[in-house]
């Protein structure tokens, strides 16, 4: 298994601001994702976070709105920008998880835009 | 496309009664299936996974869950439940081909209230 450290927790945030949220993980993986869950519903993934090269977007999700950094095995970071209250949600980060494998999360970052 | 369904939103059990969480998928090729559980102000733990083989299978805290292939379902269950398994239960699909072979799709979350 693989323990996942995402910091912070839970910030407030000023609209048009940005925000960058940490995933470290304790152990090289391959595969590191974003998820954003908004309140009461479930898990849509925003990207997958690809070492070496330029994330991957899911249909709905852009660059420039969700910056997605990846300069190792074991890190990820996702920015928020330019943020709206409709940004206000929690995002995930997880590791692992290819094939039959299970996936491993974080704590989540719950995000409040005011 | 690979989907997944939990049909109840809620489901209240009494403590020490048997409990039951559906799911049902959908899946272009063959699935492999998880449940996930999410404390509030938590992130998700995994409590089990399908993947071949036989058709029950056990999990983290007396989890289990059965996969039926024709009614593309897998249930969780529990034979008696604990106030403290009150938390929102998700199901995840992953398709063994192609794209799907690593991304993960979630149900929308059942709710399970345990009352003492």
């Known amino acids: 298994s693989a323990v996942i450290s995402q910091k912070p927790s839970r910030d407030i945030c000023q609209r048009g601001t940005s925000l960058t949220i940490q995933c470290q993980v304790d152990?090289?993986?391959?595969?590191m994702f974003w998820y954003r869950q908004q309140p009461g519903q479930s898990l849509t993934l925003i990207a997958t976070?690809?070492?070496?090269?330029?994330?991957?977007?899911e249909s709905g999700f852009v660059i420039d709105k969700f910056p997605i950094s990846r300069p190792n095995l074991t890190f990820s970071t996702l920015t928020v920008s330019n943020m709206s209250p409709e940004d206000s949600s929690i995002y995930l980060c997880?590791?692992?998880?290819?094939?039959?494998?299970?996936?491993?999360f974080g704590q989540g970052t719950r995000l409040t835009v005011v | 496309a690979q989907s997944v369904a939990q049909p109840e939103d809620q489901v209240n059990v009494a403590e020490g009664n048997p409990l039951t969480v559906k799911c049902t998928y959908s899946?272009?090729?063959?699935?492999?299936l998880f449940w996930y559980v999410q404390y509030p102000n938590r992130g998700l733990q995994f409590l089990l996974k399908?993947?071949?083989?036989?058709?029950l299978v056990k999990g983290s805290y007396g989890f289990e869950a059965e996969f039926n292939k024709s009614q593309t379902s897998f249930h969780l269950k529990k034979p008696s439940a604990l106030v403290s398994d009150s938390a929102l239960y998700f199901c995840?699909?992953?398709?063994?081909?192609?794209?799907?072979?690593?991304?993960?799709?979630f149900g929308k979350g059942t709710k399970l209230s345990v009352i003492p």
């Open positions: 995840a699909v992953r398709d063994d081909t192609g794209a799907g072979s690593y991304q993960l799709t």
């Open positions: 976070a690809n070492q070496g090269s330029e994330a991957t977007y």
């Open positions: 152990s090289q993986v391959t595969m």
């Open positions: 899946v272009s090729g063959n699935p492999y």
């Open positions: 399908y993947i071949t083989g036989d058709n």
């Open positions: 997880s590791a692992g998880g290819v094939g039959n494998t299970e996936a491993f």
